[in-house]
């Protein structure tokens, strides 16, 4: 059975992220907007690294249109998750994996934190606690991605540079994958 996942955000890192699970034989979905989410249906995904460009039609549209995914890859901005984690439901079943994959701090930075820090909420990362609503807690992966990737124009994207990146559980010891 082939997993499939639904990148929400389909920006440079995104795209890049997105380009990677369809390589491996995932099923790719990419929750965009705007110009990236016209590009996306009119002409597809393009990922250029080295001297390769790969060019692929893809699945896109909004969380209601997409449905429900084996994991959701959060890869917009951190400070976009407040207001956009109660419209990601219909992406998330009763088994699915959410991989935040955002910049800086994630809203489950103290989940299982030992110390008087213990499962504090960061009110500055989620103010209204409304990512800590809408994503489970026991299927959460962090990741940290080493890679400079750049849009060239929307759903059009160069990686620069791509060094690894690091898949675990919060509060566990992380997976690298190459």
Known sequence: MVSSVAIVGAGAIGAWIG???????????MLARGATLAAL????????????????PATAGSAAEL?????????????????????LSPLIGPSTVVISGTNGIP??????????????CLQSVDPDQSQERAFPRER???????????????????????????????????????
Do not use: C, M
């Not at 489950?108 to 030992?114: G, L, P, V």
């Not at 940290?144 to 919060?170: M, Q, T």
């Open 19 to 29: 380009d990677a699970f369809d390589r491996a034989g995932w099923k790719v979905s």
């Open 41 to 56: 249906r009119a002409s597809g995904l393009r990922v250029a690294q080295g001297d390769e460009t790969r060019a692929k």
């Open 67 to 87: 449905g429900v995914h084996d994991y959701v890859f959060l890869s917009v901005k951190a400070q976009r998750l407040p207001e956009l984690a109660p419209q």
């Open 107 to 120: 809203w489950w930075f103290f989940h299982d934190f030992a110390g008087p820090l213990a499962n504090r």
């Open 140 to 178: 959460i992966l962090g990741s940290v991605v080493h890679a400079s990737v750049r849009v060239a124009s929307p759903a059009n994207v160069r990686v620069v540079a791509a060094d690894r990146f690091i898949l675990g559980e919060p509060g566990r010891r992380g997976l690298t994958a190459g």
